[in-house]
């Protein structure tokens, strides 16, 4: 909270989590994203895009849905499958503080991972979509850092 300005808000879009003023933002980190962090939980940055007060960093959170986190799936018990989604977080800063965080992601690509949801008549996707987001962006920075010889 001390990187925040007094009054931030944070807005899982997906799933309308978060809060907004210091005290819902505190209560929401405190009880319901810090302390249900997952043990194996990783984040694997994919990029970042700085503007002018303004921060948006794409990246992939893998984990193991072995115990309940509400910022991701609210009510939904433990499942013990494991988990690859990409995330994006829009941070806006303001005197040097973080203002407000919008974090996005894909709720039915989470739920098909969980098995909650069916992708066999839907026009969505699971894993899938992570592993491939890796693939094509190491596959653009690998092109970036090409070096021909001769």
């Not at 009880?31 to 990029?47: C, G, L, T, W």
């Not at 990409?86 to 709720?107: L, S």
Request: hydrophobic share 40%; charged share 25%; proline share 5%.
């Amino acid at each position: 909270m001390e990187t925040m300005v007094a009054e931030p808000y944070v807005h899982c879009v997906a799933t309308l989590a978060g809060g907004f003023g210091g005290r819902e933002v505190r209560r929401f980190y405190n009880e319901h994203f810090i302390n249900q962090i997952r043990k194996d939980a990783k984040v694997i940055p994919i990029s970042r895009t700085i503007g002018k007060g303004q921060v948006v960093d794409e990246l992939i959170v893998s984990f193991t849905h072995n115990t309940q986190w509400d910022y991701l799936l609210p009510g939904i018990p433990p499942t013990g499958k494991k988990v690859e989604l990409p995330h994006v977080v829009v941070m806006k800063f303001e005197n040097g503080k973080v203002a407000h965080e919008h974090v996005w992601w894909d709720q039915a690509s989470l739920l098909v991972q969980v098995g909650l949801l069916d992708p066999a008549n839907l026009p969505v996707v699971g894993v899938e979509q992570a592993r491939e987001l890796r693939r094509v962006a190491q596959r653009r920075e690998d092109q970036s850092t090409a070096v021909t010889i001769g």
